[in-house]
């Protein structure tokens, strides 16, 4: 008796595709709350320490101390994981499925966003990495300080430390690469497939990834020029 296996359908193509959705519409909206959360640095420090600590204290009494924060962060880290992963094997099928290829073969065009996808990745991955422990754990912070969330930021992108503003930047803007592909792959998905459709899908994506990476550097910039201090 033969015993056949069925694939789990999450791990069909269709599953991967609605993995990768499901998790990029959670980073998508944590990033623009993250980011409206940054621009209250411009209403001063006592405005963003306050914002800062209501974030800490979200939950209380149901939850202790800053479980809200780590529960957040946990099912971030569930996203980013599922994300990759999901990715990364409709990446390898699709390698797998394309015929042999010839010394000759013409190259295949692709914007400059998708070709950038996996490098990408690995800036953004590693970014995030440094800001942890950067403005999360304050290990890589000149000040360090949780009590004090405005000195942390304006300390992290003074005009000494340039090269962090460097980092941030290249980053962001690799996020930006990152967002503008995915959001025109979603909505070509959704039916945006004729040249009409395409054009606008295009705009619209580009539109919400200089939004979202102007939104992100406009923090630093403000810092580093003494807008913010």
């Known amino acids: 008796m033969v015993v056949t296996r069925t694939r789990s359908p999450i791990r069909s193509n269709v599953g991967l595709k609605a993995v990768m959705a499901v998790s990029g519409i959670v980073l998508v909206l944590f990033l623009i709350a993250h980011m409206l959360g940054n621009l209250k640095v411009f209403a001063g420090a006592a405005s963003f320490d306050g914002y800062a600590h209501w974030l800490r204290d979200i939950g209380k009494p149901a939850l202790p101390g800053v479980w809200f924060l780590w529960i957040l962060r946990a099912g971030l880290v569930v996203a980013v994981v599922a994300h990759i ?47 942890l422990l950067d403005l999360t754990t304050g290990h890589l912070n000149p000040v360090g300080d949780p009590t004090r969330p405005f000195a942390n930021v304006v300390a992290d992108f003074a005009p000494e430390r340039w090269y962090v503003t460097l980092f941030y930047t290249v980053a962001v803007v690799a996020l930006g690469f990152h967002l503008r592909h995915g959001m025109f792959s979603a909505l070509r998905s959704l039916g945006q497939q004729t040249p009409g459709g395409e054009r606008r899908a295009r705009a619209v994506a580009l539109g919400f990834a200089v939004v979202i990476c102007a939104g992100f550097l406009v923090v630093p910039f403000a810092v580093l020029t003494g807008l913010v201090s």
């Open 85 to 131: 992963w999901a990715a990364t094997v409709l990446a390898l099928r699709a390698r797998a499925a394309r015929p042999v290829q010839y010394a000759h073969r013409k190259k295949i065009q692709g914007s400059y966003a998708a070709r950038t996808m996996r490098w990408g990745g690995v800036i953004i991955l590693l970014f995030v990495i440094y800001h």
